[in-house]
C-alpha cells in the first residue's frame, strides 16, 4: 500500500492529478500547495487529500518536486467546502481550488509573515520632523498606539500615502518593521461600544430572538426582513458583539456597491479597537494577501468583503452575516460562477454555525426556503425614530410630452423639492435602456460591428462605446447611410439627464452618479460626501444609487424606465424590478422629512405593479412564487444554463444541439430542455453567441445531465475556437 497525493492545478482541467509525495519528505498534508511536474514543464499545485493505492506499480506516478509551505494554507473543512462546490457548479477543481487563494499565492511565491511597524521614542525627535508635518502627526500616533501596527492600520489612520510617510520615519529611525503582535491569549474581553442609539422594543425583540437561534445546535439559517431603514444593521451589529466577546470571528459579506465607507465606519465607530479587515475591489495584491494572513492568523476579528470574501481563512469562524442577500452581485458571473450567498450558507451549516441573511427585498429563493421553515424568519417592520415609509405614486405618462425621459409632473415636483432646500434623485435602470445615435431622416441606428447591439451615445465626450464589448470611436457627424446632417438619440441615458436637468435647474448642483462617473477609486466616497454636505440637489443614478445609502436630505424619487421590467421576456425581471423599486423608494424620506416617490410609466394599470404598491413586496413575491410553481421553475425547479460561443455562426448552436440529443437519447427522468437557440444578444465581441437551458425537478437529475455533459467535454474541447461554460442556477438567462 502506497499513499498518494492528490492535487489540484490551476487549469481548466476536469480532475484532480495523483502524484507521489516526495522522496525523505513525508510530512505533505492537505492545503499545502507544492511544485509538480505536468507535461513537459511544471505547475504549482495544491493538496486536496490523499489516497492510499491499493496496487503500487499498476501505472507509474511521478513523485513532487517541492512542497511550498511549511504548514496547510486552507484547513479540511475549507477544503470540503470547495471540493463539494467544484462538484456543484461543475468547475474544473483546480481552478475552484486556487480561487481561494489570494493572487500571490496562485503561484509557487513562498508565505511570508505580513509586516508590521512601531515607532520609536527619539529625544530629538521634534527638531528632525519639524519640516515634515504628516511624519510628526505619524510619529505622534504611532507612539501613542503602543503597538505594533499593521499597513491596514496605518492606512486607515494616514490614507493612500502612509507608505511614504512610514519611510520617511523608517528613514530616519524613528520607526522600526517588526513581528506579528500575538492574538489576546487570554481572549478579548467584551469590545467596549460606543452607540448612542437605544434600539426600538421590535428591534430588541428581533435581536432577542436571532441572539436564541443562534446559540442552538446547528443553527438554521435566519432570514431577516427588514423594511429599508428599519434598522437591520444594528441589529448585526450586537449579534456580532456577542460573539466577539465569545472570542470568535465574524465574516459579513456585502454586495459590491453596498461596500461603502458608510458601512464601515459604522463599523468602526461602533467597535473601537477591534481588528476588523476590509476586502474590496480597491484593494492591490499585496493588500489582499495581508487580509488573507490577517483573518487566517485570527488577529482580524471581523471581516468584511464582497462574495469571494467567503473564501477567507477564519479559523475561529463564528458568525456570517450577508447584508442584502437578494443582490445579483453576489452571482460571479465568468469563470467559476458560484453565488457567494449560496456558499456561505454551506459553509455555515458545515461549520454548525449560524448565518443571518439580512434584506428588505428576499430573494424568491430566500423566502421560499423561509415558508417552507427551512430558514428561521424575523421581521422588522417599522422605521425607528421619526422616519416614515414614502408615499408612492403612479404617474400615467402615455402621451405625455417627455424631456429626457421626464414629464412636466416630475420636472414640477423636482422644482418644488428644490425649494424646500431638500434632495431629489431621478433614477434610471440604464440596462438595456441607453442612448443611441439615430438618423432623424432615414432611420439609420449606430450599431456595433462586433455585437448585434446599438452602441451608446456619450454626450460629452462624442463617442460611441458598445458596453458589451467595450469598444468604441467617434461618433458620427452625419448619417453613413443617407449623408443627413441631423442625428438625435432616442432613449434616455443618465448623461442625458444630467444635461437637460443642468439647463432646467441652472442654480442647482446635479450629480450623476453611475458605472462612468464612480470607476476611478474613492470616486464613490467623494460624491457621498458632497450629497452629504449640500441642501438641495439633484442626484442622477443607476442601481448604485438603490442600495443601501442613507441620505437624510433626499426627499422625491423619480423613477423612469418602469414599463421596461414589466415587459420583460426574462422571468427573473419582475422579481429584480420589484427588489429595485422598494429599494429605491426606501432611500426617500429617512429622517424626519417625509418622501414621495413617482413611478412614470404608460402602464398604469398593470397588475404586477399594482400588487407590488398596494401589497407590498411580500405579497407581490408571494404571487411570482405561484407563477414560477406553476411553470416549475426556480425554486421549485432547478436550472442549468449551458452557454457556447464561436466566431462562426452555426458552431455554438451545433455543438448544444448534440449535447441536446446526447440528453434526449438519455432520458433522465423529471428533465426538460428548453433550446437550444441564440442568446438573447446573439453576438458579441465578435462571437456568435447561443445557449440551452435545463431544468430539472431534482438538484439530483441536474446533476446527472451535468455529467452527461463532462463526460462528452473532450470531444468538444476538440473544435477550435469553441467556448461553452455551464452556469448553475443562473440569476440572468443572457
Ligand atoms: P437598514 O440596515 O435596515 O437599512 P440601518 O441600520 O441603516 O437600517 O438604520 C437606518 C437609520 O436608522 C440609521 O441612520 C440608523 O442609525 C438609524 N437607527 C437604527 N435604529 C435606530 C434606533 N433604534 N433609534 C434611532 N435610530 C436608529
Ligand atoms: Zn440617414
Ligand atoms: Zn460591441
Redesign the pocket.
Known amino acids: 500500500m502506497k499513499t498518494s497525493l492528490l492535487v489540484a492545478i490551476p487549469r481548466p482541467l476536469p480532475t484532480l492529478f495523483s502524484y507521489l509525495p516526495p522522496p525523505g519528505m513525508p510530512e505533505v498534508v492537505p492545503g499545502m500547495r507544492v511544485q509538480v511536474p505536468l507535461g513537459h514543464g511544471s505547475s504549482v499545485g495544491l493538496v486536496v487529500a490523499t489516497a492510499t493505492d491499493p496496487e503500487p506499480g499498476a501505472y507509474v506516478l511521478k513523485p513532487v518536486r517541492r512542497v511550498l509551505d511549511t504548514e496547510p494554507l486552507l484547513d479540511e473543512k475549507q477544503l470540503a467546502l470547495l471540493q463539494w462546490a467544484a462538484g456543484y457548479y461543475q468547475h474544473p477543481p483546480g481552478e475552484v481550488f486556487f480561487s481561494a487563494l489570494p493572487t500571490r499565492l496562485r503561484s509557487d511565491r513562498m508565505l511570508s509573515e505580513p509586516a508590521y511597524w512601531r515607532a520609536l521614542p527619539h529625544p530629538q525627535q521634534h527638531e528632525q520632523l519639524a519640516r515634515a508635518p504628516r511624519q510628526q502627526a505619524l510619529h505622534t500616533w504611532m507612539l501613542e498606539q503602543g503597538q505594533a501596527l499593521s499597513a491596514d492600520a496605518l492606512r486607515l489612520q494616514v490614507g493612500d500615502g502612509w507608505r511614504s510617510y512610514l519611510q520617511g520615519l523608517l528613514d530616519k529611525a524613528l520607526a522600526v518593521q517588526t513581528a506579528a503582535p500575538l492574538p489576546d491569549p487570554e481572549g478579548p474581553a467584551a469590545p467596549e461600544v460606543q452607540s448612542s442609539?437605544?434600539?426600538?422594543t421590535e428591534?430588541q425583540d428581533c435581536l432577542a430572538q436571532c441572539l436564541a437561534w443562534c446559540r442552538q445546535e446547528q443553527p438554521r439559517p435566519i432570514l431577516l426582513q427588514?423594511v429599508?431603514?428599519?434598522?437591520?444593521?444594528?441589529i448585526y451589529l450586537r449579534l456580532i458583539r456577542e460573539l466577539l466577546a465569545a472570542g470568535r470571528q465574524v465574516l459579513v459579506l456585502v454586495p459590491e456597491i453596498g461596500l461603502t465607507p458608510q458601512l464601515v465606519q459604522r463599523f468602526h465607530h461602533f467597535f473601537p479597537g477591534i481588528a476588523l479587515s476590509c476586502l474590496h475591489s480597491g484593494l492591490n495584491d499585496g493588500e489582499r494577501l495581508q487580509a488573507w494572513q490577517d483573518a487566517r492568523a485570527g488577529r482580524a476579528r471581523i471581516l468584511i468583503g464582497t462574495r469571494s470574501a467567503v473564501f477567507l481563512p477564519c479559523p475561529a469562524l463564528g458568525l456570517i452575516v450577508v447584508d442584502e442577500e437578494h443582490d445579483l452581485s453576489f452571482k460571479q458571473q465568468e469563470g467559476f460562477r458560484y453565488h457567494g450567498r449560496d456558499l456561505a450558507i454551506m459553509r455555515a451549516h458545515q461549520l454548525g454555525i449560524p448565518i443571518l441573511l439580512g434584506t428588505a427585498t428576499p430573494a424568491l429563493e430566500t423566502l421560499h426556503n423561509a415558508d417552507q421553515g427551512r430558514y428561521h424568519h424575523t421581521r422588522?417592520q417599522q422605521r425607528?425614530?421619526a422616519s416614515r415609509v414614502p408615499v408612492r405614486e403612479v404617474q400615467d405618462i402615455q402621451g405625455q410630452p417627455l424631456k429626457a425621459g421626464l414629464s412636466g409632473p416630475s420636472l414640477e415636483a423636482i422644482r418644488a423639492t428644490l425649494a424646500r432646500r431638500e434632495q431629489a434623485m431621478v433614477f434610471i435602470n440604464r440596462r438595456g435602456f441607453a442612448p443611441v445615435l439615430t438618423c432623424r431622416s432615414c432611420g439609420w441606428q449606430a450599431r456595433c460591428p462586433n455585437c448585434s447591439a446599438y452602441m451608446t451615445y456619450h454626450a460629452r465626450a462624442g463617442r460611441l462605446l458598445c458596453h458589451h464589448c467595450l469598444s468604441g470611436r467617434a461618433a458620427d457627424s452625419c448619417c453613413p447611410d443617407c449623408g443627413h446632417q441631423q442625428l438625435g438619440t432616442h432613449g434616455q441615458g443618465t448623461e442625458r439627464i444630467e444635461m437637460m436637468l443642468a439647463q432646467q435647474f441652472p442654480k442647482t448642483r446635479v450629480l450623476r452618479i453611475d458605472r462612468d462617473t464612480t470607476s476611478r477609486r474613492h470616486a464613490l466616497a467623494e460624491h457621498l460626501e458632497v450629497i452629504h454636505g449640500t441642501d438641495s440637489l439633484i442626484l442622477v443614478g443607476t442601481q448604485m444609487l438603490a442600495k443601501g445609502h442613507?441620505f437624510p436630505r433626499l426627499t422625491l424619487v423619480v423613477v423612469l424606465d418602469v414599463d421596461q421590467a414589466l415587459f420583460s421576456s426574462e422571468y427573473h425581471a419582475l422579481e429584480r424590478f420589484g427588489q429595485l423599486l422598494t429599494q429605491v423608494a426606501g432611500r426617500a424620506g429617512?429622517a424626519e422629512r417625509p418622501g414621495r416617490v413617482i413611478l412614470q410609466t404608460s402602464q398604469p394599470h398593470h397588475p404586477m405593479l399594482l400588487a407590488l404598491l398596494q401589497q407590498g413586496y411580500i405579497r407581490f413575491a408571494h404571487q411570482l412564487l405561484e407563477a414560477r410553481q406553476r411553470w416549475h421553475f426556480p425554486p421549485f425547479g432547478f436550472q442549468a444554463l449551458i452557454r457556447a460561443d464561436a466566431r462562426d455562426a452555426d458552431t455554438a448552436l451545433e455543438s448544444l444541439q448534440q449535447f441536446y440529443e446526447q440528453l434526449a437519447a438519455a432520458a433522465i427522468p423529471g428533465t426538460r430542455l428548453l433550446g437550444p437557440a441564440p442568446a438573447p444578444l446573439e453576438k458579441r465581441a465578435g462571437r456568435f453567441r447561443a445557449q440551452l437551458l435545463i431544468q430539472c425537478q431534482t438538484r439530483t437529475q441536474r446533476h446527472q445531465c451535468l455529467l452527461l455533459l463532462a463526460g462528452g467535454g473532450k470531444k468538444r474541447q476538440n473544435k477550435k475556437d469553441l467556448r461553452w461554460s455551464i452556469d448553475v442556477d443562473p440569476v440572468e438567462l443572457s
Open positions: 442609539i437605544v434600539l426600538s428591534q427588514g429599508t431603514g428599519s434598522g437591520k444593521t444594528e422588522l425607528p425614530g442613507d429617512r
